[in-house]
């Protein structure tokens, strides 16, 4: 909470020292390794057992657009029954869609098979990450940390994103096709019943209607509604990088490599996090977003027009070092734009936005290799940032906090927040 923090200037150092952080952080951290390795290991897969990149673009898109519908209703519960009775259900279903995936894949089942068990894969997986944003926040409050915690599971999100794609990659192409899906299937299992078992560091439960307020949905907020848009073009560039860059080295010979060029675009995103996290900003977040994004969609453009792998890496480092400030200030908007009984279904909000924008890019882009060739499918990711930048700027008035919310930190500018967004 607030009152544990003690420095005017926040730091990594600082936050980590916040009471009972480590109780839920190394057991999210675990938890949330699969989020990175289910649409890559469904990607290899699939390709392997059909030989389409298009086929294996659908499924995977599937899996995202199912986890974006499902996970703010989701989201939605943990907030007012609690995370415990969400994730352990969750969790079991996901490792039985998996599980029956896999399975139809090796089957060689039909398509539709494949996507129909790709719905309840997608809509079930655990989303941990929104969970433990929602736990920094309850403990923080308004405080000059928030922003560092933001950064902070920016990192460990991008992290998860080094070590995931790498790890199914080597498991799919080093053991068996479907070795990467089992490692995700029961990494989830594990980390996600570990993470449930925290229940000390889990935000209050909102069944109840407080103070008379009527209860608030995250998507009514404007700003929410305008931060979707923004990541769903972030989540183009995931799906555009992970589709393009399995096309593009199963062309040239050399797949074993396309987990380290995705995990040199996810290290730049990293790193640009970490900076994040250590500098004490003056600008406001709203203006920081919009200025990040523009920088994104510029690095996108070369994408494309690159053949060579080792200028690939560098463009696709430069790209993964934009990325990480867009995602900060975007969730670091939540805690000024959205009260807290509903947060958890704003970072849900948000995570499934980038889902659903990954998997909307994994098929345009299978499909434009599949036609074009494998750099073809760099186009998606140009267009997906461009598009949301343009609404960005159309709509950026929607970002900036009201007065209101401006002071933070106390109980009686919360419930003045709560009480103006009731109204909205």
Request: hydrophobic share 50%.
């Given at each position: ?91 079991l279903v996901h490792a039985a869609g998996v599980s029956a995936l896999i399975a139809l894949a ?107 307020l009527a209860r608030v949905s995250a998507l009514s907020v404007p700003g929410v509604r305008v ?174 906090p009201r007065s209101s919310m401006v002071v933070t930190g106390s109980a009686g500018a919360a ?10």
């Open positions: 909470m607030a009152s544990a923090v003690k420095d005017s200037r926040p730091g990594y150092g600082q936050l980590l020292r916040t009471p009972g952080a480590w109780t839920f952080l190394l057991p999210g951290f675990l938890a949330r390794q699969p989020f990175a390795m289910l649409t890559i290991g469904i990607v290899l897969l699939v390709q392997s057992t059909t030989g389409s990149y298009g086929t294996a673009g659908a499924v995977s898109a599937a899996t995202g657009v199912s986890m974006a519908l499902f996970a703010p209703q989701g989201g939605k519960l943990a907030d007012r029954f609690g995370q415990r009775a969400v994730l352990i259900p969750g969790v090796l089957a060689h089942a039909p398509l539709w098979a494949l996507l129909a068990v790709a719905v309840p894969t997608g809509a079930s997986t655990p989303q941990v990450g929104p969970m433990v944003r929602a736990r920094w926040a309850a403990k923080l409050g308004g405080s000059p940390l928030m922003p560092t915690a933001a950064a902070f599971e920016s990192v460990t999100d991008e992290f998860t994103f080094v070590v995931g794609p790498v790890l199914a990659t080597a498991l799919c192409t080093g053991i068996h096709p479907a070795a990467g899906l089992v490692a995700e299937a029961a990494l989830s299992l594990a980390g996600g019943l570990l993470f449930a078992s925290q229940r000390r560091t889990q935000p209050p439960v909102h069944r109840e209607r407080a103070a008379g931060l979707i848009v923004a990541f769903l073009g972030i989540g183009s560039v995931f799906g555009g990088m992970q589709v393009s860059l399995t096309a593009l080295t199963e062309h040239i010979g050399q797949p074993g490599i396309n987990g380290v060029l995705y995990g040199i675009f996810a290290g730049g995103n990293m790193l640009a996090g970490i900076a994040c996290g250590a500098i004490a900003w003056k600008v406001g977040p709203h203006r920081r977003l919009l200025v990040a994004y523009g920088l994104l969609a510029l690095a996108t453009t070369p994408l494309w027009a690159v053949t060579a792998v080792p200028l690939l890496g560098a463009v696709g480092l430069v790209v993964g070092l934009c990325i990480a400030p867009a995602l900060i200030t975007g969730y670091t908007l939540v805690e000024s734009l959205v009260p807290a009984t509903a947060r958890t279904e704003a970072f849900t909000w948000l995570t499934g936005a980038v889902a659903l924008g990954q998997a909307a890019a994994a098929t345009s882009a299978g499909q434009l290799a599949d036609r074009f060739g494998p750099n073809s499918g760099f186009l998606v990711p140009l267009a997906g940032t461009a598009l949301a930048l343009v609404v960005l700027l159309a709509l950026r008035t929607h970002l900036a419930e003045e927040r709560e009480r103006e967004l009731s109204r909205t």
